[in-house]
C-alpha cells in the first residue's frame, strides 16, 4: 500500500495511559487463552493489544461442569478461574507473548492481597508484559465478599498492589455487580489505578426445567454477551462523565461488544481502547472486521482520527 | 503464530470457513443428516468435530445467508416460514463423513433436534449459507498392529464411528459395528428389511446400509426390541464378543454415545484387556481451548491424581483408562 493512500486512512492510533496501541480494539481477558489458540485464524498482531486469561498465584483447576451456558444473547460462565498458574504460565505462556509485537496485558486474580501483590510483583519484571489487569471480582477468603464491590477496600487493594508495580502499567477491571460504579472507579484511582476496564460479568442463573437444577455446578455465574451491552455502555458512560473525563484515566470499555457500531458507541460514550470477549467465541476473526468497520465509519464522517469520536456523545443540554 | 513473526507460515490445523447446503434429509423421528459444501477444509480425520454456526457478518450486525434466494425445496427438513431464533453461540458436531473432490469437500453432519440450535439446523435448506469452524479436537487413533475393531455407538454417538469405520476398513482392519438405540423410531441409520427381535447378537450382518457401504457388518440393537437385538447396546457388544471370543482377542473398541453407554463399554473392555477409545461429548462455546468450558475429569500423575482436560483440545477421544467417570 503505498503512503499515499495510508495517509488517507483514518488514524485508529491510541494512548492507553502510555500504551500507544496501533487501533483501540483488544481481546477481553479470558476468551483467547494465552495467545496461540487463535493463530491459525488470524494475526493477533493486527489487535491493538492482547489481554491474556487470568493468572492467580497457583494453578487452579476450576470449577465442575457444566461451566457455560448460552443465554439470550449471550452465554453464562462460571469456569472458577481455571488456569496453569504463576510459574507455569512464566515458563509455558511468556514464550509466545514474548513474541507479540503489540502490547501484552495479563488479567491477574486472586483471593488474598499477597496473591495479587506477588503475582504482580513478578510479572512487573517481565519486559514482553505491558501491563497487568486486575480481576477483583474475585471473592476475598477472609470475608467471602468480592474485592470489587466496596470502594475503599478496593483502594487499599490496588494500593498495595502499587507498591510492586513499578514498570507495568497497572489497570483495574470493575465489577458491574455493584451499587455504583462510578465510586469503585474513584476508588480503584485513589488505590493507583492508571486504567480502567470495566465491566466484568453480571452475575446470572439458568434453571433447567425438567431437571430443575441449575444450568451450571456452580449455580450462578457471569453473564457476558450482547446481552449485556446496553448495561456496560451505560456504566461507561457514567464512569466517564462522573469521574475520568476530569482526570484523564482511560477506558477500556468491554461487555457485549459485537461490531463495529458497538465500539463506535462505547467511544462515544468515552471509551479509549474497547475489548472484544464472548464475540470471539461467535466469530474469532470479528475484532478485525471490527477495526474494518470503525476505519470505516470514521471515513464516511470525514474524521481522521478515533480521537475526534472519544467521549463526542451529544448530551441533552441540561 | 502468523508467518511473519517466525518466518514460517503457520500450520493452518483448522480453519473458519464458509459451507453451503448441498443435501438435508431427516432420517427418523428426530435426527437429520445435513450435508455441506465447502473450500479448502484441512485435513481432517474420524474423530474430529466442527462448530457450527450461522453465517455471521459483522459489518450487518446479524447473521445472513449469503445466498437467501437460492434455497430449493426438495428436502425433508422444516420448512419454516416464519424466521426461525438463531443460536447465538456455535455448535459441535462430530464428522460423520467427508469427501473430497479437488479443492471441494463435503461434509456429513448428523443431528438429533434437542434445543435452539438444531431446531434453527432443522429449517436450513439447500443453497443456505453456514459457518464451520474446523477440524476440531483430536481424532480416534487407527492401530495398524491390531487387525480387528469393533465400533459401539449409541443414538446421536453413531456418526463419528460411521467414518470411522470407512478409515479402518480402508487400513484392512476387519470392523463390526454394534449401533443401538433406545427405539426404532430413533434409530438414526437406513437399514436392510426389518428383522424380528432377536435374543442373541453372534452374527453381525451388513444390516445398516450406511455401515455396509464401509464393509461393516452391523448389529443393531433397541432398548424396547422395536427392532434387532432387544436390549441395549452395551449388552449387544458384551454378547457379540463372548459368542466371538476367538476372533476378539487383540481388538480395538471404539464408542461414543451416552455417557452411562461408554462408561459400560470402558468398564468391560478394562476387565477384558480390549484397547478402547471413547469420544467425549461436552457443551462447549470456542472448540480451541479458550473458553475452558468442555472440563472432563482424567487421571493425572501429579497432585490429587486427577485433573481437567479439555475434551475440545485434549478430546473428544480419550483413551478409557484416563478417564475417571462421574
Known amino acids: 500500500m503505498s503512503d499515499a493512500t495510508d495517509s488517507c486512512l483514518p488514524d485508529l492510533r491510541v494512548n492507553l495511559g502510555g500504551l500507544a496501541l496501533s487501533n483501540p480494539v483488544i481481546t477481553a481477558s479470558g476468551t483467547s487463552g494465552y495467545g496461540p489458540e487463535y493463530a491459525p485464524l488470524f494475526d493477533i498482531n493486527l489487535l491493538g493489544g492482547f489481554v491474556t486469561k487470568s493468572v492467580t498465584l497457583h494453578e487452579r483447576p476450576g470449577n465442575p461442569q457444566p461451566r457455560t451456558c448460552e443465554t439470550a444473547s449471550g452465554m453464562l460462565n462460571a469456569i472458577g478461574l481455571a488456569n496453569v498458574g504463576l510459574e507455569r504460565f512464566c515458563v509455558e505462556k511468556i514464550p509466545f507473548l514474548s513474541q507479540l509485537s503489540i502490547p501484552t496485558i495479563v488479567n491477574v486474580a486472586g483471593h488474598e492481597v499477597s496473591d495479587y501483590v506477588k503475582v504482580c510483583e513478578r510479572l512487573d519484571e517481565i519486559e514482553c508484559i505491558a501491563a497487568v489487569e486486575l480481576n477483583v471480582s474475585c471473592p476475598n477468603v477472609s470475608d467471602g465478599l468480592e474485592w470489587g464491590t466496596d470502594a475503599k477496600r478496593l483502594a487499599s487493594l490496588v494500593r498495595e498492589v502499587r507498591q510492586v508495580v513499578s514498570r507495568c502499567k497497572l489497570i483495574v477491571k470493575l465489577t458491574p455487580n455493584t451499587g455504583d460504579i462510578v465510586e469503585l472507579a474513584r476508588g480503584a484511582i485513589d488505590g493507583g489505578a492508571e486504567i480502567l476496564s470495566l465491566i466484568n460479568t453480571l452475575r446470572g442463573m439458568a434453571i433447567h426445567v425438567d431437571s430443575r437444577k441449575p444450568m451450571l455446578a456452580n449455580v450462578t455465574g457471569g453473564l457476558s454477551g450482547p446481552a449485556i451491552k446496553p448495561v456496560a455502555l451505560c456504566m461507561v458512560h457514567q464512569v466517564y462523565q462522573g469521574c475520568t473525563r476530569h482526570n484523564g484515566i482511560p477506558i477500556i470499555a468491554m461487555g457485549g461488544i459485537r461490531t463495529w457500531r458497538d465500539a463506535i458507541e462505547f467511544h462515544l460514550a468515552g471509551a479509549t481502547a474497547v475489548a472484544v470477549g464472548t464475540s470471539l467465541f461467535v466469530d474469532p476473526r470479528s475484532p478485525l472486521a471490527l477495526i474494518d468497520g470503525m476505519r470505516a465509519y470514521l471515513k464516511r464522517h470525514g474524521l481522521m482520527s478515533i480521537q475526534d469520536v472519544i467521549g463526542k456523545v451529544q448530551l441533552p443540554e441540561k | ?326
Not at chain 2, 456429513?108 to 434453527?120: H, N
Not at chain 2, 443456505?128 to 455407538?153: D, H, N, T, W, Y
Not at chain 2, 459395528?177 to 442373541?200: C, F, R, V
Request: aromatic content about 8%; overall charge negative; proline content about 6%.
Open chain 2, 1 to 326: 503464530m502468523s508467518g511473519n513473526m517466525s518466518g514460517q507460515p503457520t500450520p493452518k490445523t483448522f480453519q473458519l470457513v464458509q459451507s453451503t447446503v448441498i443435501n438435508h434429509q431427516r432420517i427418523c423421528r428426530e435426527h437429520y443428516r445435513l450435508t455441506v459444501s465447502c473450500y479448502n477444509f484441512a485435513n481432517a480425520r474420524p474423530g474430529q468435530f466442527v462448530q457450527l454456526s450461522p453465517e455471521m457478518n459483522p459489518q450487518t450486525d446479524v447473521g445472513e445467508s449469503c445466498q437467501p434466494d437460492s434455497a430449493q425445496s426438495g428436502t425433508d427438513c422444516e420448512a419454516s416460514l416464519s424466521t426461525p431464533a438463531l443460536p447465538f453461540l456455535p455448535r459441535a458436531f462430530s464428522i460423520g463423513g467427508l469427501r473430497r473432490n479437488g479443492s471441494t469437500c463435503e461434509i456429513d453432519i448428523i443431528y438429533r433436534v434437542v434445543g435452539v440450535a438444531t431446531e434453527w439446523m432443522a429449517t436450513l435448506r439447500l443453497g443456505q449459507c453456514i459457518s464451520l469452524l474446523g477440524p476440531l479436537g483430536q481424532a480416534f487413533p487407527i492401530i495398524q498392529e491390531k487387525p480387528r475393531a469393533f465400533l459401539v455407538g449409541g443414538g446421536v454417538g453413531i456418526p463419528p464411528l460411521l467414518w470411522l469405520a470407512e478409515a479402518l476398513t480402508n487400513a484392512g482392519i476387519t470392523t463390526t459395528a454394534m449401533i443401538g438405540s433406545t427405539t426404532k423410531e430413533l434409530l438414526p441409520l437406513q437399514h436392510e428389511g426389518n428383522p424380528a427381535p432377536y435374543e442373541d447378537a453372534r452374527e453381525a450382518r451388513l444390516s445398516s446400509t450406511e455401515f455396509a457401504r464401509a464393509n461393516t457388518p452391523a448389529i443393531i440393537s433397541t432398548d424396547d426390541g422395536s427392532f434387532g437385538f432387544k436390549g441395549n447396546v452395551v449388552e449387544a457388544f458384551k454378547s457379540h464378543v463372548s459368542a466371538n471370543a476367538s476372533e476378539s482377542s487383540r481388538a480395538v473398541v471404539y464408542t461414543c454415545g451416552p455417557e452411562r453407554m461408554m462408561q459400560g463399554v470402558a468398564v468391560f473392555c478394562a476387565a477384558n484387556d480390549f484397547e478402547c477409545y471413547v469420544c467425549m461429548e461436552r457443551s462447549m462455546a470456542c472448540g480451541v481451548g479458550t473458553c475452558q468450558s468442555c472440563v472432563v475429569t482424567v487421571r493425572s500423575e501429579g497432585p490429587g491424581d486427577w485433573r481437567y482436560a479439555l475434551c475440545c483440545t485434549e478430546g473428544p477421544i480419550f483413551e478409557n483408562s484416563q478417564i475417571i467417570w462421574d
